[in-house]
């Protein structure tokens, strides 16, 4: 349905309609919303909403347009955002072509990790007479995955050696398991992708204090279009994953970790065979579950086994990690 179809009037009907309803745009960015107010003045300009992220506290602008993204919206959302010292921008509009992606992505990685820039696509659907369901679709986050990936592309990829622990790390992790420089693809210092079945990866994460896999889309594919796609399966797959389909951040879902001491060189084995594992039986179970449409017979039961044996593993490894780090 078109938007101005939904909406009539941008300021005197999307905007209330969007105020009352936050939470909606709150779950599909992952961040804890509230109004403040609208229509704020910013140097005799007026930006949409402003809003708090209850998480920290800081200041949220929103911006929004019932037509596709212009240059006119991008430059007020910069001015906007140093006019009332926001910390994060959410841009909402009609849709998004290439050069507006790319300016968020730029912000992204050029500003300090304590700013974050969402593109955001609204759209308004109907089936029959129903009311009005609005869909969001968040096209552009700060995820770290992507941030890092930014810089790296900015600044010069990282050495992975020995001087760079966590270099150091995947070095090891790659030894240990060969077939893992064909099965995924090193993003930044932190992470690696493994793509599933088309338009969705499985990632492995290193951070701190934790290690951790999750769900995402691929490059340009909004995390709310993968847990869209995942839905009907929700139960199964939370049942299977031991993870819950909820997006984080605006960027990942189905997010699973486990607290370890990553700088310690002692537990990197144990941490290569727990991501290797876990991303194996998120691997094996979403593939299992999204091609059950299809008729699969034998091939089908074989694919659930590998499942329960990957699950059996994952949880062992688990066991062995927790007893290393309490040790």
């Not at 955002?81 to 072509?97: D, E, H, P, S």
Request: aromatic share 6%; net charge positive; hydrophobic share 45%.
């Amino acid at each position: 349905m078109p938007l101005r179809v939904a909406w009539p009037h941008e300021t005197q009907m999307f905007t209330p309609w969007l105020a009352a309803n936050i939470d909606k745009l709150a779950a599909a960015i992952g961040i804890p919303l509230v109004v403040l107010g609208a229509e704020a003045q910013v140097d005799g300009l007026v930006a949409d909403l402003l809003a708090r992220n209850l998480r920290d506290g800081t200041l949220v602008l929103i911006e929004s347009q019932l037509e596709p993204a212009d240059l006119l919206h991008l430059g007020q959302i910069v001015a906007y955002q140093a006019g009332l010292n926001a910390r994060t921008v959410i841009w909402i509009a009609a849709g998004f072509k290439e050069p507006y992606l790319s300016a968020i992505r730029w912000l992204n990685a050029t500003t300090p990790s304590s700013f974050a820039f969402f593109a955001v696509r609204v759209r308004a659907l109907r089936i029959g007479a129903s009311e009005i369901a609005p869909a969001f679709d968040v096209l552009e986050s700060p995820d770290v995955v992507s941030r890092t990936m930014l810089r790296v592309a900015l600044k010069g990829a990282p050495k992975l050696t020995s001087a760079n622990p966590l270099g150091a790390f995947w070095s090891q992790f790659l030894e240990r398991y060969s077939d893992e420089a064909a099965r995924s693809r090193q993003l930044g210092e932190r992470c690696r992708w493994r793509t599933t079945l088309g338009e969705i990866v499985v990632g492995q994460q290193v951070q701190e204090r934790c290690i951790r896999v999750f769900v995402r889309g691929r490059d340009g594919v909004a995390i709310s279009t993968v847990v869209m796609l995942l839905a009907p399966h929700r139960e199964a797959l939370e049942a299977k994953l031991g993870a819950s389909l909820t997006i984080e951040n605006g960027c990942v879902a189905a997010a699973k970790g486990l607290e370890v001491e990553t700088a310690d060189p002692a537990n990197w084995s144990a941490m290569a065979d727990w991501l290797r594992t876990q991303s194996g039986n998120y691997e094996t179970v979403l593939r299992s579950t999204l091609e059950s449409l299809v008729p699969g017979g034998k091939r089908q039961k074989r694919k659930e086994s590998l499942s329960e044996r990957s699950s059996a593993e994952a949880a062992r490894i688990t066991r062995q990690l927790q007893a290393t780090t309490t040790g």
